[in-house]
C-alpha cells in the first residue's frame, strides 16, 4: 500500500511540475522595440496579427519565414505571392484607417513617413514605423521586424549574411573593365535620383560604378535635370514606369549613355526589385550588375 501510496504521489508531482512548466512557457514576455521615431513600442506578446503598409517590411516579415501573420497589406506589397490574396488597406499616403482596424491587427508596421499613425494610434493601435534608406538601415530594420515578431535575433542576422553574399557575388561578375562607370539611376520622373548615399547608390558603389549625385545631396534627392546634363553619364537607369519621355529632356540627347543608348530600363517588377530596401537585395544588385555588363563589358 505504501508503495502504491508514493507511486500515486509521485505521478501527482509530475503532473503539478509538468502544468507548472506548461504554464511558464506559455507565459508570453512582453516585446519592447525603439522605431526610427525614436518611440518606444511595447507589445504584450508576440504579435499573431500583422498589418504592413511598405512593401519591403512586407517582404522582410515574409522572409523571415512569418508570412502567416500578415492579415493586411497595402496596395504596392505583391511579393511573395501569397500575399496577393490579403486584404488592400491603402497605401502609405492614404492608409484606410477603418479598414485597418477592422483587421484588429495586433501591430501595425509603417514607414516613418506614412500618413495616418498618430490617429492609428489614438485608437489603440500599435504601430512601428520604420524607413531604411541605406544598407545598414536595411540591416538595423531587419533586426527590429524580427524582435517586434518575437523571432531570436539570429533570424535576422542569417538572412543579411545571405543577403550581403548575394551583393557580394553580383559584384565580382563585374569586371575590371566596368569599373569607374558613371551611373544616373532615376527613381522617378520628377526626377528623383538614387544618390550615393541610398542603398541603391551604396549598391552601384559596391559593383564599381561612379554615381553622379554626390552624398551631400540626400540618398533621394529631386534634381534640376541640367544637372544630369553637365554630369554626363555614362549608363542611365531607370524603371519602365519612369521611362517615357526621359530621353526627349531638353539637352539629354547630348548625354554620352543617350547617345550611345546606354539605357537600362527595367520592367516593373524588375524595378520593383530594386528600388525595395529590402531581402530581395541581392537580386537587385545582380540586376544592376547585368545592365553594367551588357552595355560595357568587352
Known amino acids: 500500500m505504501w508503495r502504491g501510496d508514493f507511486q500515486r504521489e509521485a505521478k501527482a508531482l509530475w503532473v503539478a511540475l509538468c502544468v507548472m512548466t506548461w504554464a511558464l512557457v506559455g507565459q508570453a514576455q512582453p516585446i519592447q522595440v525603439v522605431d526610427d521615431r525614436g518611440r518606444t513600442v511595447v507589445l504584450p506578446s508576440p504579435p499573431q496579427r500583422v498589418v504592413s503598409i511598405l512593401p519591403s ?3 522582410t516579415v515574409c522572409e523571415l519565414q512569418q508570412c502567416h501573420r500578415l492579415v493586411g497589406v497595402d496596395r504596392f506589397s505583391n511579393w511573395p505571392a501569397s500575399v496577393e490574396s490579403l486584404p488592400r488597406v491603402g497605401g502609405g499616403i492614404d492608409p484606410n484607417i477603418e479598414a485597418i482596424v477592422a483587421l484588429r491587427p495586433d ?7 506614412s500618413r495616418g499613425t498618430d490617429r492609428l494610434e489614438s485608437l489603440g493601435v500599435r504601430v512601428v514605423a520604420l524607413e531604411p534608406k541605406t544598407h545598414a538601415d536595411v540591416q538595423r530594420v531587419m533586426n527590429t521586424v524580427a524582435a517586434v515578431l518575437g523571432l531570436p535575433s539570429g533570424e ?3 538572412l543579411w549574411k545571405r543577403i550581403e553574399a548575394g551583393v557580394d ?8 573593365t566596368v569599373r569607374q562607370t558613371r551611373v544616373y539611376f532615376e527613381v522617378n520622373r520628377a526626377p528623383y535620383a538614387a544618390g550615393a548615399a541610398s542603398f541603391i547608390g551604396e549598391t552601384l558603389t559596391r559593383l564599381g560604378a561612379q554615381n553622379i549625385i554626390p552624398p551631400e545631396l540626400g540618398p533621394f534627392p529631386k534634381l534640376n535635370p541640367e544637372f544630369v546634363v553637365r554630369a554626363n553619364p555614362d549608363v542611365i537607369m531607370v524603371g519602365d514606369r519612369n521611362f517615357a519621355g526621359l530621353t526627349d529632356r531638353p539637352g539629354w540627347s547630348r548625354i554620352a549613355a543617350v547617345q550611345r543608348q546606354q ?5 516593373v517588377d524588375e524595378a520593383n526589385v530594386i528600388v525595395r530596401p529590402g531581402p530581395r537585395m541581392a537580386e537587385g544588385a545582380r540586376l544592376m550588375a547585368d545592365c553594367l555588363n551588357r552595355h560595357l563589358a568587352p
Open 156 to 158: 535576422a542576422q542569417r
Open 57 to 59: 517590411l512586407t517582404e
Open 263 to 267: 539605357l537600362c530600363v527595367f520592367s
Open 169 to 176: 557575388a553580383a559584384a565580382r561578375s563585374v569586371p575590371p
Open 107 to 113: 501591430v501595425v508596421l509603417v514607414a516613418t513617413s
